[in-house]
């Protein structure tokens, strides 16, 4: 009797003479003693089987995760070793700035023996603009690999150029894509502290006046 196609539960045991349990308890390596029941055969079987799937889904775990660890590291491998610089918005004052320069452009700007390198935040109006409307550069050690920046209120477009400065020639090594700030409501962008705005009662009641002089406190540059 083969068991392989057929799930092993406590109705199709039921339905098998004591002589075909004797038999499925044989396949799964079960000893029968002479005097053992039919409830309880079948009750050990049931128990076998279980442990059986148990132990199967549990190795099926490992080797998922083992895949997915390895797969997550060939990405790694394969995304890291590059030269980037990405922009990642925190809030409408802030933004956090992070960079990666791969072993070869490394070892290159090692051998150039750069005096200083920079990260230039660009401001633009438009976000195809080729030129900025303005611009400012924070010198970070080669060592560093991120830092926040307070970005300049009221602008529409941000890019971050990562640059190198060889005996006075400033090159770009790698720039980020355009971060547009997210637009919201007029009411909101107004708003200043102690400055009466004609809002709903709803808007009031939502805190946003201690939110702002919150925010008032600890990013009053963030405010034009």
Not at 93 to 104: E, H, L, R
Not at 193 to 220: A, C, F, T, W
């Given at each position: 009797?083969?068991?392989?196609?057929?799930?092993?539960?406590?109705?199709?045991?039921?339905?098998?003479?004591?002589?075909?349990?004797?038999?499925v308890?044989?396949?799964?390596?079960?000893?029968?003693?002479?005097?053992?029941?039919?409830?309880?055969?079948?009750?050990?079987?049931?128990?076998?089987?279980?442990?059986?799937?148990?132990?199967?889904?549990?190795?099926?775990?490992?080797?998922?995760?083992?895949?997915?660890?390895?797969?997550?590291?060939?990405?790694?491998?394969?995304?890291?070793?590059?030269?980037?610089?990405?922009?990642?918005l925190?809030?409408?004052?802030?933004?956090?700035?992070?960079?990666?320069?791969?072993?070869?452009?490394?070892?290159?700007?090692?051998?150039?023996?750069?005096?200083?390198?920079?990260?230039?935040?660009?401001?633009?109006?438009?976000?195809?603009?080729?030129?900025?409307?303005?611009?400012?550069?924070?010198?970070?050690?080669?060592?560093?690999?991120g830092?926040?920046?307070?970005?300049?209120?009221?602008?529409?477009?941000?890019?971050?150029?990562?640059?190198?400065?060889?005996?006075?020639?400033?090159?770009?090594?790698?720039?980020?894509?355009?971060?547009?700030?997210?637009?919201?409501?007029?009411?909101?962008?107004?708003?200043?502290?102690g400055?009466?705005?004609?809002?709903?009662?709803?808007?009031?009641?939502?805190?946003?006046?201690?939110?702002?002089?919150?925010?008032?406190?600890?990013?009053?540059?963030?405010?034009?």
């Amino acid at each position: 009797m083969v068991m392989e196609d057929r799930e092993i539960t406590r109705a199709f045991l039921e339905t098998l003479s004591f002589s075909d349990l004797v038999k499925v308890a044989d396949e799964y390596g079960i000893d029968v003693p002479e005097d053992l029941n039919r409830t309880f055969l079948i009750g050990e079987i049931l128990e076998v089987v279980s442990d059986m799937d148990n132990s199967m889904h549990q190795q099926e775990m490992i080797i998922s995760d083992d895949e997915y660890v390895a797969e997550e590291n060939e990405i790694g491998v394969r995304s890291y070793n590059i030269t980037e610089v990405q922009i990642m918005l925190r809030n409408p004052a802030w933004a956090f700035v992070y960079w990666n320069i791969s072993d070869s452009d490394r070892i290159s700007l090692d051998k150039a023996f750069i005096s200083q390198m920079m990260l230039r935040i660009s401001s633009f109006s438009e976000k195809d603009q080729i030129k900025p409307d303005d611009f400012f550069d924070i010198q970070i050690s080669k060592d560093d690999d991120g830092q926040y920046v307070l970005l300049p209120a009221g602008k529409k477009f941000f890019r971050i150029d990562l640059l190198f400065n060889i005996d006075g020639i400033i090159d770009i090594l790698s720039s980020s894509k355009v971060l547009e700030m997210p637009v919201g409501a007029e009411v909101l962008s107004d708003m200043r502290p102690g400055r009466n705005e004609d809002v709903s009662e709803i808007m009031k009641l939502s805190g946003y006046s201690e939110m702002l002089l919150e925010h008032y406190k600890n990013h009053r540059e963030s405010f034009s």
